[in-house]
């Protein structure tokens, strides 16, 4: 039985038998690439079901992130509505078994779409439009989830959902910036004087995107993924979020890099997506500029974070000026978000 970083095989191996019901060893894992953040794990043997073991990233961590046991029960009570997320198959909280928390789900089967060479190999065209319209419903869904029936209502603070992103967001930037940068301030000040006022309180994703989806070939969503920022506030913010990850073909080019995997034909473009999202949530959608704004502010300080910690070692051994264009980046995203605030005064 052979360890990879992050996995005690045997430790683990031995709680899966005992714990997730017709788990059956010896067990193989396979860091899942993707992502910055959580560590994903495939899990497979020759005689169970294949899961998805979830564990907080090897050291550079911030003391509050990472709740491996608030992420199995968003999962867990997400299960009761809706959403299509993997079913959940257990939560270790006992460090010692493999070093920090973990839990397991099951493998949900289909493609997670994180460029245009695999969008244009796994959908067609109609298949495309079909995962523009289902990406939207489904975040309507989320945002229409009955938090009592769920168990998620006391998930997190009901109201002042924005000031309390502002405050959370500019203190990790604070705490792990690489150099200064003015633009972050100026629009962590502007959007803590031009903040909508809150209309309600659903779950918010807080990361929605098209690559922490698992779809299959007909465009379905099967299953959203990467809960670990979710938490109950303005749904808007969300829509703000996929607005900025999301760059259809006739679309002007977002900050996001990510954004090529729905330039191809069939995919919605953004107003598209944005009046979907307004007919079937029945929310309005005039401060959405703020949103916007506001998601292009935040995603500045998550990859400043993601490149701090890059620096520090996360990666290994690298030279600086092979990790530039993560600090380029948060620059752009900065400057995206400064130039939407216009728009918003």
Not at 204 to 223: E, F, M, P, S, T
Request: aromatic share 8%.
């Amino acid at each position: 039985m052979v360890d990879v970083p992050g996995i005690d095989a045997s430790a683990v191996s031995e709680w899966l038998e005992v714990t997730v019901t017709g788990a059956q060893g010896p067990f193989h894992f396979e860091r899942i690439a993707g992502g910055h953040s959580n560590l994903t794990y495939r899990v497979e043997s020759a005689t169970s079901a294949p899961m998805v073991l979830r564990r907080p990233p090897l050291g550079h961590v911030l003391a509050s992130a990472h709740d491996m046991g608030r992420e199995h029960r968003i999962i867990s009570g997400l299960a009761r509505s809706d959403v299509p997320v993997p079913p959940a198959l257990g939560f270790c909280e006992d460090a010692d078994v493999n070093g920090a928390p973990f839990y397991v789900m099951a493998y949900v089967d289909g493609y997670v779409v994180r460029s245009d060479e695999i969008a244009a190999a796994v959908l067609v065209p109609a298949a495309r439009t079909e995962v523009s319209r289902t990406l939207v419903d489904t975040l309507a869904a989320i945002h229409s989830v009955d938090l009592d029936a769920t168990g998620l209502s006391g998930l997190a603070r009901h109201d002042g959902y924005i000031a309390r992103q502002l405050k959370r967001w500019y203190g990790q930037w604070n705490q792990q910036k690489t150099r200064e940068l003015s633009g972050v301030d100026r629009v962590h000040e502007a959007l803590s004087e031009l903040t909508p006022a809150q209309q309600e309180a659903t779950i918010v994703h807080g990361d929605y995107r098209l690559d922490n989806c698992i779809v299959g070939n007909d465009g379905k969503v099967r299953a959203v993924l990467d809960w670990e920022i979710c938490t109950l506030g303005d749904p808007l913010a969300d829509l703000g979020m996929l607005m900025v990850y999301w760059t259809g073909p006739d679309d002007e080019t977002s900050a996001w890099p990510g954004g090529r995997a729905t330039t191809l034909e069939g995919f919605w473009n953004r107003d598209r997506i944005a009046a979907r999202y307004a007919e079937v949530s029945g929310r309005d959608l005039v401060a959405l500029d703020f949103y916007v704004s506001f998601a292009f502010w935040k995603l500045a300080c998550i990859l400043e974070g993601v490149y701090s910690r890059y620096l520090g070692g996360a990666l290994g051994d690298r030279d600086r000026s092979e990790l530039e264009p993560f600090a380029r980046q948060v620059e752009a995203a900065a400057r995206a978000a400064e130039q939407r605030l216009e728009l918003v005064r």
